[in-house]
């Protein structure tokens, strides 16, 4: 009640403001504003070119895996004399790219270019609300997660090299520069950007839950909200238990290695000399790492499987299949990922009662992931399937989400661990589980919500290649991973020359790389659509995807407070798609109920 | 060449899909031209049969990569009492793993086909069904069931060692640095003396407590030699940063954590000679050894050395990131007879003897021990350190 009453408040400051609409500058609209499509936007972009960034990374260690120390020109254009003398690519960097190629991936593109971008941008326009809670909030949390960016990108630059401890950062490598280069002051500027990305990421999340729960329009219960929103919510909500602990692994760190403290560090010898620092422990790291690094996982798929439940249904003209299951699911999903973060460290020399735990765990988070793959299925099953590109990207979710979960049934069994820990087993399985499902996701959003965030059309012919080129590279690349992951490969070698053993299986490499390759220069399909569209793409009708989520009943026009006069009133769920005793195969959800309509889910 | 050809294949592929959609485009111009850029029927139907040849796709990876790749030697051929009970376990696992990604890959894209929309065409509405929900969310849960049991009973049995095996046992420290591994054997005693980081000096490099009568009789290695048939249980230890100690054939790992003493214990029961004998490991040599001479001639071509034939070996690598040269830390494994690792076992100098030899060493070069000395003590103890991994950091 109070909610609604509030809503109304904010909804009468919105239309007087309306009125004065002009007078924002080009500063306040497009640089620091406080209106959540304008931040949505900034979020993607920024999100875009971070991706390039890493991507590039990715590409250029491929090369060196495929063809070991050869010289290429390429590295020495990019990587300089020093890190690529002749073109060929010196040890040292080679560890800083995979390092700040995952830290880019995980946090830039898809916690911030993923959940920044589309919660900003769904969470206020599905929920029936002018703006977020707090829109103040909402602009100092894309400019810190802009300026964590920069620092990241400064960081590329030090003399000493990037941070090149693995994206883990697990000390001792990353707390003494005597152990590895990058950890001078490269390892300084991650952790201060890192540290920056966290607040960004905890005043975005904490503007997230406070939205959700306070500015739903009238009859938006919490089981009318769409799957997309509850994702977004539940993230938020992981976001804000797990990224704190992140933040004081962080700090600690910072820490150990300027102020000369000793949580993670113990009788160490290096370089010829004793070090002072004595009772710390590196299992400590890594356990505070990990209470956040695994949520992250979901923090990074859970809004991907939300655009894709949306998306699924929308395309598919059908209700989303179990809405009430889906919901459980994200929410049980939620709950275990805070408590299985021990899976990582089965022989990190913690003890192994603990292990026998977290393999428990961490198997059950199969199940309702496994309700979750089966309801998608079930929601193809029957329908009148519209191949739009968002939808393409779904279904090619859905298919990485299996492979690639399925191969965690043996990562998370201690037993099986022993083994593939750390070999390009777990590679391939993150890869496709959450890197190459979480693109996905972010693709079909991006491809959804094109229209509304830009009121232009993107070339779906350009978004069919770049889907299948994708799709295909995808598996081309990661497929083959997982067995010589299984033939005792260690990931993170920067050659594997020094081990006869593994000769026969440098073709795999030379394969995996060609379809990097391709698959990389592929993107630059979606990068000419996307920019190119967003000036002269094809202008779009209101609500291109006949949808039925409030957000497609706001105007095109980019508006503050999303619409002209009175908030919609929301009448039913967001799937009614395909009802009986329509005419039409979508009703909205601001459509009253039709008197003898009856509710036919659950 | 073969590299050049695949990425021709590939490119070609992705040219014939790009003119497929534009064909695509062309077929559309008589008609009414759609110009939305929402999909069609014709899209529709496109993206469907291409959804169905995609299901083909992942099937003909999957068969390809098995039947290429698929001699996997984490599966077979272990080389420790407790690789059956793992292998199996990956053995149910895969196979459990092929029939659902079979299964649910081909509902998943059969129904993309199957479905794909037209107009006029009407979805079904059906919203939810408890039934189905109950009916897959409790056989993923039966089948977990199954294989957390068996998993948590082989964990247990690999990672506790009973108290009457403990004392069976042989200790043997494995000791990690940037970038290579020493072993540290315990002795007649089979106690390792203490040892911490602030020991280290001149030949004591492993930082041996010189002073513990248990570590009187302890003595170094640069090659882990272990028996046949006798539980080995070792301690790792490490020097600088985190390492892992992998033993792929044992189906053993560890990390070495420093400040803290880890363990893994296991009982090998293949010996290096017999490994070598086996047939997979011999095919696998072979097929080792014809790259190596393909390479060897471009490599003799262009003037450089020849690659050194391949021999079998078991290895301990390391599998944690540890510094620059990480990817090449690695110590040769041997396993004896229980007759040769005695003979093996014979004339050790011990640590306490190393580090007093080189102190008289050190006095008849008359001056005090200046670091170009310390060295070379260093050299005295670990004699084929040569063997081990060439540690030439790169700055």
């Known amino acids: 009640m109070s909610a609604e009453a509030h809503n109304h408040g904010h909804e009468h400051d919105h239309d007087h403001g309306h009125e004065h609409h002009h007078k924002d500058t080009f500063i306040t609209k497009y640089i620091f504003s406080i209106d959540h499509k304008m931040i949505s936007k900034q979020y993607l972009i920024t999100g875009i070119f971070m991706g390039i960034i890493g991507i590039v990374m990715s590409l250029l260690f491929r090369m060196q895996l495929a063809w070991p120390e050869e010289s290429f020109k390429i590295f020495n254009v990019l990587l300089g004399d020093k890190f690529a003398p002749n073109g060929v690519m010196t040890n040292e960097i080679y560890l800083a790219l995979i390092t700040i190629h995952g830290t880019i991936m995980v946090f830039f593109v898809l916690t911030a270019g993923l959940s920044g971008t589309f919660s900003n941008l769904l969470i206020p326009l599905q929920i029936g609300a002018r703006d977020m809670a707090s829109g103040f909030l909402n602009m100092v949390s894309y400019w ?78 919490m089981t009318r909200l769409p799957l997309t929103v509850w994702a977004f919510f539940i993230t938020a909500i992981i976001g804000v238990i797990s990224f704190p602990v992140l933040l004081s692994a962080a700090l600690l760190l910072i820490f150990d290695r300027s102020f000369g403290t000793s949580f ?197 012919n350009l978004g069919y290649v770049h889907f299948w080129v994708t799709a295909i590279c995808a598996y081309g690349v990661f497929f083959p991973m997982h067995f010589i992951g299984m033939a005792g490969l260690p990931r993170r070698y920067y050659t594997n020359t020094n081990f006869p053993l593994f000769d026969d299986l440098q073709n795999v490499n030379v394969i995996i790389t060609a379809f990097a390759l391709v698959g990389g220069a592929f993107q630059l399909v979606f990068l000419w659509n996307f920019f190119h569209s967003i000036f002269y793409g094809k202008k779009s009708v209101q609500n291109p995807w006949k949808s039925n989520t409030l957000e497609w009943t706001a105007p095109i026009e980019h508006m503050h407070g999303n619409w002209p006069g009175e908030l919609p009133e929301v009448h039913r769920w967001a799937y009614d798609y395909s009802k009986p005793g329509h005419d039409e195969d979508f009703v909205p959800q601001n459509v009253p109920m039709k008197p003898d309509e009856e509710v036919l889910h659950h | 060449m073969t590299t050049l050809l695949i990425l021709i294949v590939v490119l070609l592929l992705a040219i014939a899909i790009w003119q497929l959609t534009k064909i695509f485009d062309l077929t559309q111009v008589g008609e009414n031209v759609n110009d939305t850029q929402i999909a069609d029927d014709n899209d529709n139907k496109v993206n469907g049969y291409i959804m169905f040849a995609f299901l083909g ?98 964990w247990n049995n690999i990672m506790y060692v009973d108290k009457e095996d403990e004392q069976d046992a042989i200790v043997i420290e494995l000791y990690a640095q940037q970038f290579k591994w020493e072993a540290r054997y315990s002795g007649a005693d089979n106690v390792l003396g203490k040892a911490n980081v602030r020991y280290i000096e001149g030949a004591n490099n492993l930082g041996v407590d010189l002073s513990d009568p248990n570590a009187q009789d302890d003595f170094a290695a640069s090659e882990l030699h272990i028996p046949k048939g006798k539980r080995v249980i070792f301690k790792m230890r490490s020097q600088d940063v985190l390492h892992s100690a992998y033993l792929p054939h044992f189906r053993a790992q560890m990390n070495c954590v420093p400040g803290m003493v880890t363990q893994f214990s296991f009982i090998p029961t293949v010996t290096t000679a017999e490994m070598r004998e086996k047939p997979a490991i011999i095919e696998k040599v072979n097929h080792i050894n014809e790259l190596r001479a393909k390479k060897s001639e471009q490599l003799v071509a262009n003037g450089q050395t020849a690659l050194d034939p391949y021999t079998f070996d ?23 007879t229980p007759e040769d690792f005695k003979a093996w076992l014979k004339d050790k100098q011990t640590i306490v003897q190393a580090v007093k030899t080189a102190a008289a060493e050190a006095e008849k070069s008359e001056k005090p021990a200046t670091p170009t000395i310390d060295t070379a003590k260093v050299k005295t103890v670990v004699k084929d350190s040569t063997a081990v991994a060439q540690t030439e950091v790169k700055k």
């Open chain 1, 264 to 460: 993670f560090l113990s009788d160490i010898y290096l370089a010829g000399e004793v070090l002072n620092y004595q009772g710390g422990s590196p299992v400590l790291f890594e356990h505070l790492f990990w209470f956040l690094g695994h949520p992250e996982v979901y923090i990074v798929l859970l809004p991907a499987l939300g655009i894709t439940s949306e998306v699924i249904a929308t395309n598919s003209r059908k209700p989303i299949f179990g809405y009430r299951a889906m919901i459980m699911s994200i929410i049980a999903i939620a709950f275990l990922s805070t408590i299985v973060w021990g899976h990582h460290m089965f022989i990190s020399g913690m003890n192994p009662f603990l292990g026998s735990v977290f393999t428990f765990t961490t198997l059950l988070i199969a199940i309702p992931s496994a309700v979750k793959a089966f309801n998608y299925i079930t929601t193809l099953w029957k329908g009148n399937l519209q191949m739009n590109p968002a939808m393409l990207f779904s279904i090619g979710l859905v298919s990485t989400f299996i492979t690639g979960g399925l191969t965690g049934i043996i990562l998370g069994d201690s037993t099986l661990d022993i083994n593939v820990h750390d070999t390009y087993f777990v590679v391939a399985h993150f890869h496709l589980v959450m890197g190459i499902s979480a693109l996905y996701g972010m693709f079909a959003g991006i491809y959804h919500w094109f229209p509304r965030m830009f009121g232009r059309m993107l070339n779906k």
């Open chain 1, 144 to 221: 810190l997660f802009f300026l964590s960016s920069v620092i990241m990108v400064i960081s590329l630059f030090v003399e000493s090299g990037p941070a090149s401890a693995g994206w883990t950062i697990y000390p001792p490598l990353s707390a003494l520069p005597q152990a590895i280069s990058g950890s001078g002051a490269g390892m300084t500027l991650w952790l201060v950007s890192m540290a920056i990305f966290i607040a960004s990421s905890l005043l975005g999340s904490l503007n997230y839950i406070v939205t959700v729960i306070n500015l739903r329009t009238k009859g938006m219960s």
């Open chain 2, 314 to 336: 078991f290895l301990l690598l390391c599998n944690k990131i540890c510094g620059a040269s990480h990817y090449n830390m690695q110590m040769k494994v041997v396993v004896d």
């Open chain 2, 57 to 154: 796709f992942i099937y003909l990876t999957t068969i390809y990569c098995v039947w290429n790749y698929g001699n996997l030697p984490l599966l077979k051929d272990s080389a420790s009492e407790h690789g059956p009970l793992v292998d199996n376990l990956m053995s149910i696992s895969l196979v459990l793993i092929f029939i659902v990604q079979t299964v649910t890959q081909a509902l998943l894209h059969y129904f993309a086909f199957k479905y794909k929309g037209k107009k006029g065409q009407k979805a079904m509405y059906f919203a939810d069904n408890n039934k189905l929900e109950l009916v897959w969310s409790s056989i993923p849960a039966i089948v977990l069931a199954g294989l957390i049991l068996y998993g948590l009973y082989s």
